[in-house]
């Protein structure tokens, strides 16, 4: 368990929340709970409604839709923001490739803090458009491994 500075120290490094005070950042680390979840575990389940975010602090993660794997998540990285945003069912399911621990962010506390900082919302902007630009390349990698021309 991260006491109140390896917390803030942790925080201070993910991407989301770079570039904002420490002041700040001293009080958001101090409304996150965190949690623990054995490996295998299944910490998101697609098509759930979701009111949490997570930030991996320790193992690793699988993001999967239905049997795919889409993404593994490390140390730092985050999962779980698009359903705080936009209110609809998870996308995808999410599960513990090893025993895992999870700083957990409600959608509540999210609200505060942008309206406190509005630079976190920026941040998250960037982060989802990152997705977005991965997902857009991983998808027009497929599609041209399927639509090759014929060599004859």
């Known amino acids: ?51 949490s975010m997570y930030i991996v602090v320790s193992g690793r993660v699988s993001v999967h839709i239905g049997g795919q794997q889409v993404a593994q998540l490390k140390q730092g990285e985050c999962f779980g923001e698009m359903s705080v945003f936009d209110a609809e069912p998870r996308s995808a399911s999410v599960t513990t490739l090893d025993p895992c621990a999870c700083l957990v962010l409600t959608q509540q506390q999210l609200y505060d803090a942008i309206d406190e900082t509005p630079g976190i919302a920026v941040n998250v902007i960037r982060l989802l458009s990152r997705r977005i630009r991965e997902l857009n390349q991983d998808l027009n990698q497929v599609k041209q491994q399927v639509v090759q021309p014929s060599p004859f």
């Open 1 to 51: 368990m991260l006491n109140s500075v390896e917390r803030l120290l942790f925080i201070r490094n993910v991407s989301m929340f770079k570039e904002l005070r420490d002041d700040f950042l001293v009080r958001l680390a101090s409304v996150m709970d965190e949690v623990f979840y054995e490996g295998n575990y299944t910490i998101i389940t697609q098509g759930q409604e979701g009111r």
